[in-house]
């Protein structure tokens, strides 16, 4: 079995152009996760649906498959109440408005079912945690069997094609069935799906290598598989954050909140490597956790407006997220008391024109709470 930890740089060199936008669309890369440390799903993709509709991860060694030998089951009919299952991941970078993008993977309806549709949604938010049977909206795109680019062959492997236009907020791509639940459901229905691709039409640059291989590690990092969490939401932006009192000179005070500015001379240049600098301070915010002082501790990165907005996103979580992982797997903090997310470029706390402003808007601001 792979070892999820040895190709968090397996993305170092991604081509400008042509790159799938989608990560381990071939679902080759396993990942290990956190609840029972199973090779149960395959990294940087996540099953949707917290009332047990779990796409299945299957293994197949007999060389059939269009690419290596893993798959996901899509349950798209259940028997009775059951959920469906859907499939989740980020796009290794936002989509673009206006520009096209072509969508090809391979489908097989598995013995005993029929294949009908397969629905793609594109959305600006992270959809997981659906907490009814199924997801039932309108589909970005749905594949149908005329979307084959050969005669449908059931029980086969079928390739699919489809161009999407972007609307230009689209972060996350899920697959599974959007239809309303029919009233008698005639049987149950799978579909297997393998070897996933998104390119744009034209080879334009859509964010840089440094920035796909970035995100790429972000959500090789992410493990947890079978519990109520988000599991991108680590790396997903909210849509907006509420104003922390500051203390702009370490914690001296034991309101409810207290915020510290983490600046930008804590990291290298353009980096979100940490450097000793800023560990005392870390140190500190880790001991008043693991005290009961405070209960919980929110990371946030910003960055100033140089730049395109997709690296500064993620060079805001980036820097976000080391922090994190400083206090999670140096310090001991549990996982569950932290939380972080990066805002690229927005809410600046300075003039973004002068050198001394992009200075101050460069920074992580680290919130701590009472309850």
């Known amino acids: 079995m792979r070892q999820i930890g040895l190709l968090l740089m397996v993305l170092s060199a991604l081509p400008a152009g042509g790159q799938s936008l989608l990560i381990n669309g071939s679902f080759e890369d396993e990942n290990t996760c956190t609840e029972y440390h199973a090779n149960c799903a395959p990294a940087g993709w996540e099953s949707l649906n917290n009332m047990g509709g779990q796409a299945r991860y299957g293994l197949d060694p007999s060389s059939n498959l269009p690419d290596g030998t893993h798959f996901l089951s899509l349950c798209m009919q259940p028997s009775g109440l059951a959920p469906r299952s859907y499939a989740e991941t980020r796009l290794l970078c936002p989509l673009k408005a206006g520009k096209e993008y072509q969508l090809d993977l391979f489908v097989r309806p598995p013995p005993g079912s029929t294949f009908d549709h397969l629905d793609v949604l594109f959305s600006s938010q992270e959809l997981h945690l659906i907490s009814q049977p199924a997801l039932v909206t309108t589909p970005s795109v749905r594949l149908l069997q005329k979307a084959a680019t050969a005669p449908f062959v059931a029980q086969e492997w079928n390739e699919l094609q489809v161009l999407y236009l972007a609307r230009g907020d689209e972060q996350f791509v899920t697959f599974g069935n959007m239809d309303s639940i029919p009233a008698h459901p005639r049987k149950v229905q799978f579909c297997d799906i393998d070897f996933l691709t998104l390119v744009p039409v034209d080879s334009g640059l859509l964010c840089s290598a440094a920035d796909q291989k970035m995100m790429a590690n972000l959500l090789y990092a992410q493990h947890d598989r079978h519990r109520n969490v988000h599991v991108f939401a680590d790396i997903q932006p909210p849509a907006s954050i509420p104003d922390q009192k500051v203390v702009p000179a370490g914690i001296t005070t034991l309101a409810d909140t207290a915020t510290y500015t983490l600046p930008d001379l804590s990291f290298g ?88 402003g992009r200075r101050k808007n460069r920074r992580v601001e680290i919130v701590l709470y009472r309850q």
């Open 269 to 356: 240049t353009d980096s979100s490597i940490l450097l000793p600098s800023s560990l005392p301070l870390l140190d500190s915010l880790a001991d008043l956790i693991k005290s009961g002082t405070y209960a919980r501790i929110k990371m946030v990165g910003y960055t100033d407006n140089q730049g395109s907005q997709g690296h500064n996103l993620l060079l805001s979580i980036s820097r976000a997220r080391s922090v994190y992982d400083y206090l999670l797997l140096t310090r001991g903090v549990p996982k569950e008391q932290l939380t972080c997310y990066g805002m690229g470029d927005k809410h600046p706390v300075a003039d973004n024109s002068t050198p001394e």
